[in-house]
């Protein structure tokens, strides 16, 4: 059976921009997203492929196979992520929240910016988080350094997305009440770790309404790479998963300390201690 390809050329792509496959994917995405929004019939014939193959789900092929990309036409392991994707975007995508909200939001969560792989140590990225206005001219080197590093991270999320693991780390972030808690999440990621590609595919409807639920909806396009990856590389795609999720974690508990740290301490209330006339 072939294996996919990206579509564009990975030597005319920049760099710095999104990755091949990550462009290809985000431009589906749009797609569905646009599709389930207008047409509720499209919506519910998408839903009806939640949890299932290839070759029990006869109400999605029109929409779906029109836009599968040429290099997965005669993969099917190439197509499940597609049409797995296609189906929980349906099911649990939140109406009026788009691609670029959730990108967004992405950006100006502290925690996932120190979710990515390969970056410098979560200690240099929280530092620079820091509401000192001046910094000794010792630290001078180290922050410029966390500041490269910042960059860095922002350089590769823009490249590759946020990974499953760093969604994650955000709704754990986001508190036990409003997000998820830290052993569910863990459970979560070290489960999906040790799927085979039927495995996945198939516990990831309960991980997408687990996110969706606590308003931490998946990467979605990030995520339809990684699929596509798993068959052939899903030791790498769970290193990295995991990965995120435990660097970003630390960095949170790196930086919950350092806030602590900083914040004004109450001195003694005194006001009782005068004797009595």
Known sequence: MPTSSPGPSASVTSHNGPSPWLIQARTFVS?????????????????????????????????????????????EDGQRPYYTVAALIAAYHRPGTTESEIELDDQQDDVSDDA???????????????????????????????????????????????????????????????????????TRLNLLSKQSTSGVHRHLPATARQLCD???????ARLLVDLRNWPQQHRRVARRWLQDYHRARNAAVLDAARRADDAPQESPDTSDENPSA
Do not use: C, F
């Open 31 to 75: 797609e569905i997203t646009a599709v389930i929004t207008r047409d509720g019939g499209a919506r519910a014939a998408l839903r009806s492929g939640v949890g299932k193959d290839l070759d029990n789900v006869p109400r999605m092929h029109r929409i779906v196979a029109p836009r599968l990309p040429a290099a997965v036409l005669n993969d």
């Open 116 to 186: 990515q792989p390969e970056q410098k140590p979560a200690g240099a990225a929280a530092a620079t988080q820091t509401d000192s206005p001046v910094q000794p001219a010792g630290d001078a080197r180290p922050r410029q350094e966390a500041l490269s590093s910042s960059e860095g991270e922002e350089q590769r999320r823009n490249r590759y997305g946020e990974s499953l693991g760093s969604t994650y780390a955000r709704a754990v972030a986001a508190g036990a009440r409003n997000g998820i808690r830290e052993s569910a999440a863990e």
């Open 214 to 220: 606590r308003g931490a909806p998946p990467d979605w």
